[in-house]
């Protein structure tokens, strides 16, 4: 299981100035912690409590209608081309990029065992949206449409645009080309689904875009390029049965969220950085970031008081970062609790060889580059605790689907547990959809010409 690390957070490593007195908060938040998972676990089958992320683990209809139609479609398609925004891409990026073998899409067929390439078009840039469907052949290309409201302005014109190519080059053959993952019943993307004949997933009632990732919307791109999707599902499963336990000193999850929830409440430390010291987990970071920042970025809480809370996530990769934001992080504004991911076992062993012996980077020679990146971590968390800086590392034993099924399962409990102690609802996006509306106005949706001209007054006035 994964290993949660949290002593330098505490008065007796960091001072009491930056720490905290773990054992006394254990002891002090035991019963509310007890009180807020249990309520998580109560609730989460109830219509409308937006909990429902917390069975996926369980859904072994979706698994296996992921699996069959992967296999369906096994051999047939050169490259896949996920659309898809926010929580709609995010996840499955993240899980991807961890568990494919590092430059896949360099791969030949073969070496890829016959499954294809994938992108991920998580964004609309005109340039890079015409270099991409300049490069891809998309007659051989799966597209997997991804909108959990089905409008989304950018995934629905990347849909508009790459159906109408895909219409010219195949006629109507076209529509076995896509599949859509969207709502069961409502939302453009449903009702177009219909109308043409695609294939569809399901995004499961009261699931979050951003606690989507262990539906089809991460399972189908995954299961696509051949990952074993039933490991992550283990993975979940085993650390959802060990986040039940009310228990906060046997809570991984509860502990993180704690001690996040009182280094900003109670010592100003409102900067959450997640840094995995492997390349591979650089987009759970930037997953997470999403995670954090959407669900307890807040300005009311649950009882309507104004309050703007959220801690600031920031993601970071070690050891790149260390040459980058580590500076700050030592030496700046004493603001941050910096969590990071280390890996027990890479997949590799990489020696570096015995040259240059006669200068000063002589002592590298012999030893191997999973020494170098430990080394490197271990010394950050060295210079950053010697600077009385809150950090936590976290353990995983290998970058593999089981491991990171627990991995991300325990941030979701863990966002869920945070916005509980904040008194918030975690689970909406206010945020989010007032730029999205603004959006519709200002491209002239019908139902918006009302803030359209409010809009256009304050962008002349800017
Ligand atoms: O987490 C969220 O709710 C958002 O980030 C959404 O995932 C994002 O806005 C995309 O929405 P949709 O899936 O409806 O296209």
Known sequence: MI?????NVSTEVIGEEHGINID???????????NIIASLNQRKDKPGQWLQWMNLGYNEETLWYVKEYASMV?????????LG???SALGGMALAEALLPPYWNFLSEDERGGYPRIFFLDNIDPDSMTALFNMLDLSKTLVNVITKSGDTAETMSQ?????NILEK??????????VATTDKKVGILRQISEQEGYKTFVIPDDVGGRFSVFSAVGLLPLALVGIDVDSIINGIKDMDLALKNTDIRENIAAQNALIHYLLDTKKGKNISVLMPYSSRLKFVADWFVQLWAESLGKDNDKDGNSVNVGPTPVKALGATDQHSQIQLYNEGPNDKIINFIRVKDFDNNLEIPKIFEYTGIGYLGGKTINQLINAEADSTKVSLT????PNITITIDKVDGYHLGQLLYMFEIQTAIAGELYNINTFNQPGVEQAKNYTYALMGRAGYEGSAEMLRGKIAAL
């Open 386 to 389: 010697d600077y009385s800086r």
């Open 169 to 178: 080059e195949l006629g109507d053959n076209y529509r076995y080309n896509i």
């Open 3 to 7: 290993q949660l690390n949290c002593k």
């Open 24 to 34: 006394a908060e254990f002891d002090n938040y035991k019963d509310v912690i007890k």
């Open 159 to 163: 849909f508009m645009i790459v159906k």
């Open 74 to 82: 096994q051999g047939r398609f050169e490259n896949l081309l996920v």
């Open 85 to 87: 925004i926010g929580g």
